[in-house]
Structure formats: structure tokens, C-alpha cells
């Protein structure tokens, strides 16, 4: 089935920043520091808060993996307005879970091989160039509205079991090489969740600060500050 966030999506007209003056009455604009993006519904008009949205597809070379994933941090801030320390958390997020989407979902490279440091090495570059492994992709979705970032990754292995990883925390697992991972991403994302097959990964990141967009605008005396509309009843009088 098709993906939750792109499911039952409406034809997207996207407003470049210099024209949104047009749908801002008066003084708004300049209590509002935000670029609004129009959406045009086949329904209705209406202002949406909807601001990008991204599909990529990577192979299983590992070389791509930081760029890739400071690209998608670098997305996420600019469209979410997170801070530097949140975008280095994204990053770092990402980093694992694409890593982990290509080594342990498309290549099936078991964590426990890590132990053996280059049969682990080995084994993964063997595999990304035999089938059915050299074949698999992953496929990043991102979506990115006022109030959130959401963000998934999604291999084509086999899948797993989540609830079967164990939990690093605890004492007997400190020496277990596999659960840091998504340890670090639970640390750095509201939710964190995963499909039945354990294929695809769900990262959601909430913005701290959300900017308001009002649902609908109507005209100058709804959207303008008290103070404006004092200054227009003090005009009248005059």
C-alpha cells in the first residue's frame, strides 16, 4: 500500500516568498516573518501547512550515506526552522538509519558480525555486488510541514522484527553491538515506529515553535493587529 504521508494528496501550486504579499492583507506581513506556500486544492482554495515534500532512492553504496543524510537535515531545518543542534541530531539520526536500511535490511548482514570486524567489512561489499543484494534500493520519503518533520526509510530486504531488538540500556545487553542505532534516533525524534514488515522506518520530529497559519484568509480587518484596526476606526473619525 501506498505510503501515510502520501496518501490522498491534492495538486500542490507552490507560491514563491516575493508574491505571497498578494494573500497577506495590509500590516500582516510584517508581524508575520514566514513565506507562506499556497495550496490549491482540486476542492477548494485554501492556505495549508503543508511546505515540502521529497522523494530520494539510494543504491547500497555506503559512500552516499552522509551526504544524503545531511542533505535531508539540511531540508529539514530550512523548511521546519529547526536550530543547529537539531539539524546535527537529524543528521546523525539519519546517518544511522539509512546505514542500518543498507547493511542489516538490503545486504542482510547480521549485526553480530561486527564482532569480527573484517569478515563484517568483508561480507558487506561482497554483497553489494551479487544479486539479489546489488538490486535493492532504499527509498527516502520526507515531508515537511509547520508543526513537524516526518521523515522514512524504507530497504528492500526481508524485514524484521523490531520488539526483537534488544534494549542497549540494559546491563547485560552493554556488550551487544546491535540497538544503539535506533537508541540514538529515539533520543532525537518524537516517534519513532516501524511498518509490519520492519521494511520501512518512520521518523517524526516536532517543531518546538510552530508557525501559525491562519486556516483561511478573508479579508484585511480579520487577519490586521488590534492596533491596526484602531488606527482605521481613529481615521474614520477624522
Same mark, same amino acid.
Given at each position: ?44 482554495? +485554501? ?7 521529497? %522523494? =530520494? ?5 555506503? $559512500? !552516499? ?98 520488539? +526483537? ?7 547485560? %545487553? =552493554? ?5 544503539? $542505532? !535506533? ?56
Amino acid at each position: 500500500s501506498d505510503p501515510q504521508l502520501l496518501r490522498n494528496r491534492a495538486p500542490v501550486k507552490l507560491v514563491p516568498p516575493h508574491q505571497t504579499r498578494s494573500f497577506l492583507a495590509g500590516d500582516v506581513r510584517d508581524h508575520l516573518n514566514y513565506s507562506f506556500f499556497y495550496i490549491e486544492s482540486c476542492q477548494e482554495d +485554501s492556505l495549508m501547512q503543508i511546505l515540502h515534500q521529497s %522523494n =530520494l532512492t539510494i543504491s547500497n553504496d555506503l $559512500g !552516499l550515506v552522509s551526504e544524503t543524510a545531511q542533505r535531508i537535515a539540511s531540508s529539514a531545518r530550512t523548511f521546519c526552522r529547526f536550530s543547529d543542534r537539531e539539524e546535527f541530531h537529524i543528521f546523525i539520526s539519519l546517518v544511522e538509519a539509512i546505514n542500518n536500511a543498507i547493511v542489516h535490511g538490503n545486504l542482510e548482514v547480521d549485526s553480530q558480525l561486527r564482532k569480527e570486524g573484517v569478515l563484517y567489512e568483508s561480507t558487506i561489499e561482497k554483497r553489494r555486488n551479487c544479486a539479489p543484494f546489488n538490486e535493492r534500493t532504499v527509498k527516502l520519503r520526507c515531508q515537511y510541514t509547520a508543526e513537524q518533520a516526518i521523515i522514512e526509510i524504507e530497504n528492500e530486504g526481508p524485514g524484521f522484527d523490531a520488539s +526483537s531488538v534488544p534494549d542497549p540500556t540494559l546491563e547485560e %545487553n =552493554l556488550e551487544k553491538p546491535s540497538g544503539r $542505532g !535506533l537508541l540514538i534516533m529515539r533520543s532525537y525524534f518524537n516517534d519513532l515506529s516501524f511498518n509490519e514488515t520492519g521494511t520501512c522506518l518512520r521518523l517524526v520530529k516536532n517543531v518546538i515553535h510552530p508557525v501559525k497559519i491562519p486556516q483561511q484568509l478573508t479579508s484585511e480587518q480579520e487577519l490586521a493587529p488590534k492596533s491596526l484596526a484602531k488606527r482605521q476606526r481613529l481615521s474614520a473619525h477624522h
